[in-house]
């Protein structure tokens, strides 16, 4: 059964750090680009960061220099650091996974809430 568990949100204040986890279980997982996307109220969805089987990385705009991707292909685990976090990265953030060789092969998980507030 393939499964993408999302941890490690909460509420922070601003100039806060938060680190989101992405746990897989059920496939292949050095085999899949994984990313983190994010969903504010009222708002459509975006991409935030991807990191590519091959650990390539790159970025939302309005997060360069602010957050970090990783991936622990030991662990399953895609990692996404977020650091001098603003109101503005308020949203629900949720990990993907695209098979490297079918985009059509994909799985999303829950998502995690992230509140950066005072």
């Known amino acids: 059964q393939v499964q993408l568990v999302e941890s490690g949100g909460g509420l922070v204040q601003p100039g806060g750090s938060l680190r989101l986890s992405c746990a897989a279980s059920?496939?292949?997982?050095?085999?899949?680009?994984m990313s983190w996307y994010r969903q504010a109220p009222g708002k459509q969805r975006e991409l935030v960061a991807s990191?590519?089987?091959?650990?390539?990385?790159t970025y939302a705009d309005s997060v360069k220099g602010r957050f970090t991707i990783s991936r622990d292909n030991a662990k399953n685990t895609v990692y996404l650091q977020m650091n001098s976090l603003k109101p503005e990265d308020t949203a629900v953030y949720s990990c993907?996974?695209?098979?490297?060789?079918?985009?059509?092969?994909?799985?999303w998980g829950q998502g995690t809430q992230v509140t950066v507030s005072s």
């Open positions: 990191i590519s089987a091959n650990s390539s990385t």
């Open positions: 993907k996974a695209v098979y490297r060789w079918s985009s059509t092969l994909a799985y």
């Open positions: 059920g496939f292949t997982f050095r085999n899949y680009h």
